[in-house]
């Protein structure tokens, strides 16, 4: 625990550089696995930590414990890039060659592109295809009909739990089904 009284900001904050940043550094690292790809994170949240040390001194010069803020603090920005990291994958298109050399080309109809790439009727069949009986059932009241979740649990004589959690599978497998169709095709 570093309880140093400084009568200078500057001070304060140099000497937490000092005695913290290369062990911030690793902690970061060891949050990261040490994966080479990560490496950019650690050396940002690194920074960032310190960064925010600096914007929060005032308040860390009285606090009772800077290291466990610090370490805390570089946790939060790893974790918080992951997150991003991980949002931006969720909604990052792969395109492949045929689809991104025609998006270059402006006389070609997006369109007429987009319903090209994937034919919906025979995605709907292969879906329903790889269903069990009860799970197209399911398929048919919920997402064809939309039946409430209570009208299903009374239909299929199970509880609301029981209904959302076979809704939840039956969602995971379609979107497994979609997934494989798309990589073969």
């Known amino acids: 625990m570093l ?15 000092t005695k913290y940043f290369e062990r911030i550094y690793f902690y970061c690292k060891r949050l990261v696995k040490g994966q080479e790809q ?7 949240c690194t920074q960032n930590t310190f960064l925010e040390a600096r914007k929060q001194i005032s308040k860390l010069r009285n606090h009772p414990n ?3 803020w610090l370490y805390t603090t570089a946790r939060n920005l790893i974790n918080s890039s992951y997150r991003s990291m991980y949002i931006k994958r969720k909604h990052e298109v792969s395109m492949d060659d045929a689809f991104s050399n025609c998006i270059c080309e ?3 109809n997006l369109e007429e592109l987009f319903s090209s790439a994937a034919d919906l009727d025979k995605l709907s069949a292969e879906i329903l295809q790889k269903l069990t009986p009860s799970e197209h059932d399911l398929y048919v009241d919920y997402f064809v009909n939309k039946a409430s979740v209570s009208d299903l649990s009374r239909k299929y004589g199970i509880s609301a739990t029981a209904t959302t959690t076979r809704i939840y599978r039956l969602k995971k497998k379609i979107k497994n089904i979609v997934r494989e169709y798309f990589m073969d095709n």
């Open 3 to 17: 309880k140093i009284k400084f009568n200078n900001d500057d001070a304060f904050y140099e000497s937490l550089c």
């Open 38 to 44: 990560f490496m950019d994170f650690v050396e940002e």
């Open 66 to 68: 800077v290291e466990g």
């Open 106 to 108: 402006p006389e070609i």
